[in-house]
């Protein structure tokens, strides 16, 4: 992608993320993507085909970095010397998603929440599968990962529900206790 598309898609992302903060997902139009980033219509469809689309390519920004090898340090956590253990994985996921709050309420708050918990799961799954250990050796693995995606998702959507009070760190962390991997 030249400078010219990143630029693109990055004002794109910005409006879109504007528009979150202010309406729920399903209540966005592309016209007022449009309008907000200031684009033309055939400029967004040569990036993306749905709004749908655009919702997963933010949610993949999202989640790909924390599964990056590569971690640098940022403005709210730092996780790039930490040995990636699952707790740490963990952490980092709900700080990015704390630190993309706005967007995940306006995203959870409509029909889009079961689109992004979908994706959400997915990007769980793929990381439970980085951590063997932690499933359980008695019960089919398959059973192991939908019972830890399906765990952790309800738990994120819980301390989404109750404002993200509780620290990202004691999150993981209840939750490694409660599934018994901590």
Not at 162 to 172: F, L
Request: hydrophobic share 35%; charged share 30%; aromatic share 10%.
């Amino acid at each position: 992608m030249d400078r010219r598309q990143q630029k693109t898609r990055a004002a794109i992302f910005r409006a879109f993320n504007r528009l979150l903060e202010e309406k729920h997902f399903n209540n966005i139009t592309v016209q007022e993507i449009l309008d907000e980033a200031n684009i033309g219509r055939s400029t967004f469809y040569s990036h993306f085909e749905t709004k749908d689309e655009l919702l997963k390519a933010m949610c993949t920004d999202i989640f790909d970095h924390i599964f990056s090898h590569e971690l640098c340090s940022e403005t709210s956590h730092d996780f790039s010397l930490s040995d990636h253990g699952l707790q740490e994985k963990i952490t980092h996921l709900l700080y990015h998603l704390k630190d993309n709050k706005g967007n995940v309420l306006g995203i959870l708050s409509g029909e889009s929440g079961e689109l992004f918990m979908r994706y959400f799961k997915e990007y769980l799954n793929t990381m439970f599968e980085q951590y063997p250990e932690c499933l359980k050796r008695d019960v089919p693995r398959d059973f192991a990962l939908n019972h830890l995606v399906g765990s952790l998702a309800e738990a994120v959507k819980w301390w989404i529900g109750e404002g993200m009070k509780m620290p990202p760190e004691e999150v993981a962390e209840n939750y490694l206790k409660m599934t018994r991997i901590l």
